[in-house]
């Protein structure tokens, strides 16, 4: 099975000339006053509910090392995956209209965070690590190439100021 590896930085479209804006709209509701609200910061809770019109709601905590409920999705995490998908989804528009056949899409995406003295921080970098299985008849080479192409394209790497990282593997499918 030929296996491809790319890595490649995030090449960003800031200060392109825009056509379409988009609106997207959200409700964060803090679910974790308790009784005291933040009177004893070891004491309230980092619980919150992410509200989209007609969306199943997502239960959200900070991340444990801030005090958060490890059984639920935080900021972090969801930035990390959010990156993940909107690469995902042009990838596979990319490879739609050129031809190429995914037959499976599979990523393993991982964030770095630094943390600084202060308490604030940054991501470092996102490594997208995707295995995608493409048919036998498909141009592995432009299925390469099209990575570079989605990550133009990704409207969230666009709007992150750190790089992403692309670790592909392709795979030919078995008859």
């Known amino acids: 099975m030929p296996i491809l590896t790319a890595h490649f930085f995030c090449a960003s479209t800031y200060g392109a000339i825009m056509s379409k804006t988009h609106h997207y709209s959200t409700e964060v ?3 974790g006053a308790g009784r005291n609200g933040t009177k004893n910061y070891r004491a309230y809770e980092r619980h ?9 709601t997502i239960k959200g905590s900070s991340d444990p090392a801030f005090r958060g ?12 995956a959010a990156t993940s998908s909107c690469h995902m989804l042009w990838y596979l528009h990319y490879c739609s209209v050129n031809n ?14 630094s943390e600084a003295e202060d308490g604030s921080g940054r991501f470092e970098k996102i490594t997208l ?13 432009k299925a390469k190439e ?25 795979l030919i499918a078995e008859d």
């Open 29 to 31: 509701n803090w679910t």
């Open 146 to 170: 099209l990575h570079q192409d989605a990550n133009k394209a990704c409207f969230i790497a666009n709007s992150l100021n750190c790089p992403v990282l692309h670790e592909a593997t392709i």
């Open 129 to 141: 690590q995707p295995i995608i299985t493409i048919t036998a008849t498909s141009d592995i080479q």
């Open 69 to 80: 409920d490890p059984a639920c999705h935080n900021p972090e995490d969801l930035l990390v």
């Open 100 to 113: 190429i056949v995914v037959t499976a899409y599979k990523d393993k995406a991982e964030g770095i965070m």
């Open 48 to 56: 919150y509910d992410v509200i989209i019109d007609g969306k199943p």
